[in-house]
Nanobody, 112 residues
Framework: QVRVVQSGGGLVQPGDSLRLSCVASRSMYTVRWYRQDPGRPRELVGSIVINGDTVYADSVKGRFTISRDDAKNTAYLQMNSLKPEDTAVYLC?????????WGQGTQVTVSS
């Protein structure tokens, strides 16, 4: 069993920045960040693979950055220039040994 723990999140104003962290109990291969808001389908925010290549949704491209520190089994989602429409629960999904594991989710609220 792999444990995935998220941290970060909170209430910020439009234009602010936040960094989310995702720590796994074992080495990760692919890490994906999703977000979900009530009434909207779950959205893939972006992903990072073992070699560091990243892919982003058009809605966050240029504002969000995914990175990883494999020495710490940790991935990060740096969110800049936050907008009210970024409000959602953010979920980390990691692939370990070919299986998917989820973090507990963290709420991000962007509001003035």
């Amino acid at each position: 069993q792999v444990r995935v723990v998220q941290s970060g999140g909170g209430l910020v104003q439009p234009g602010d920045s936040l960094r989310l962290s995702c720590v796994a109990s074992r080495s990760m291969y692919t890490v994906r960040w999703y977000r979900q808001d009530p009434g909207r389908p779950r959205e893939l925010v972006g992903s990072i693979v073992i070699n560091g290549d990243t892919v982003y949704a058009d809605s966050v491209k240029g504002r969000f950055t995914i990175s990883r520190d494999d020495a710490k089994n940790t991935a990060y989602l740096q969110m800049n220039s936050l907008k009210p429409e970024d409000t959602a629960v953010y979920l980390c999904n990691v692939v370990v040994g070919g299986l998917n594991y989820w973090g507990q989710g963290t709420q991000v609220t962007v509001s003035s």
